[in-house]
T-cell receptor, first 113, second 116 residues
Framework: QQQVKQSPQSLIVQKGGISIINCAYE??????FPWYQQFPGKGPALLIA?????SEKKEGRFTISFNKSAKQFSLHIMDSQPGDSATYFC????????????FGAGTQVVVTP | NAGVTQTPKFQVLKTGQSMTLQCAQD?????MSWYRQDPGMGLRLIHY???????DQGEVPNGYNVSRSTTEDFPLRLLSAAPSQTSVYFC???????????????FGPGTRLTVL
């Protein structure tokens, strides 16, 4: 049973549009929420991460929104570019169990020209 | 720095065969982990290690063994391969949270394993 539920499974967005990926979790002990980006044939790479003491974190065109009471967090990709086409994974972890990431199932994002 | 390296990139086994997937990192990271990636299931933790000589089980440890004799290396052993172990395997490493550094997990390029 996945502890982190991710939606949608796939997403097609036009260049310049906004991609939104949502994740929900049950374990209130989670205190670190990273997003990973994976290109075909490569390992995942950290994109952006947030801790539950803030509600939003922005790095360039990528923003994490975090809702602690709803136990949900989301990734927004603004001004989506063809180079953003990849699979995105949300994840969660507790500091006490560092190294034990719980991943969502992944979202394949395709940005059309 | 080479980062996290994994060998081999591809492997085909027959049911019942054994093999070792190699993982090495040159970043002096204490934490190392093994994940498997299957379609629609994300990545699932197999085993992890918080330092040389210390390992523990993750979510899906059955059929796999690990050991950690050095900080750099963390091999994953398949004892008797089964078709259910067909997957892409990723090794990852990070600093310990106790070191107070930004604790990004760095992933290797993966090993694609097929068990016939």
């Amino acid at each position: 049973q996945q502890q982190v539920k991710q939606s949608p499974q796939s997403l097609i967005v036009q260049k310049g549009g906004i991609s939104i990926i949502n994740c929900a979790y049950e374990n209130t002990a989670f205190d670190y929420f990273p997003w990973y980006q994976q290109f075909p044939g490569k390992g995942p790479a950290l994109l952006i991460a947030i801790r539950p003491d803030v509600s939003e974190k922005k790095e360039g065109r990528f923003t994490i929104s975090f809702n602690k009471s709803a136990k949900q967090f989301s990734l927004h990709i603004m001004d989506s570019q063809p180079g953003d086409s990849a699979t995105y994974f949300c994840a969660a972890m507790t500091t006490d169990s560092w190294g034990k990431l719980q991943f969502g199932a992944g979202t394949q994002v395709v940005v059309t020209p | 720095n080479a980062g996290v390296t994994q060998t081999p990139k591809f492997q085909v086994l027959k049911t019942g065969q054994s093999m070792t997937l190699q993982c090495a990192q040159d970043m002096n990271h204490e934490y190392m982990s093994w994940y498997r990636q299957d379609p629609g299931m994300g990545l699932r933790l197999i085993h992890y290690s918080v330092g040389a000589g210390i390992t523990d089980q993750g979510e899906v440890p059955n059929g796999y063994n690990v050991s950690r004799s050095t900080t750099e290396d963390f091999p994953l052993r398949l004892l008797s391969a089964a078709p259910s172990q067909t997957s892409v395997y990723f090794c990852a490493s990070s600093y310990s949270p106790l070191e107070g550094l930004y604790n990004e997990q760095f992933f290797g390029p993966g090993t694609r394993l097929t068990v016939l």
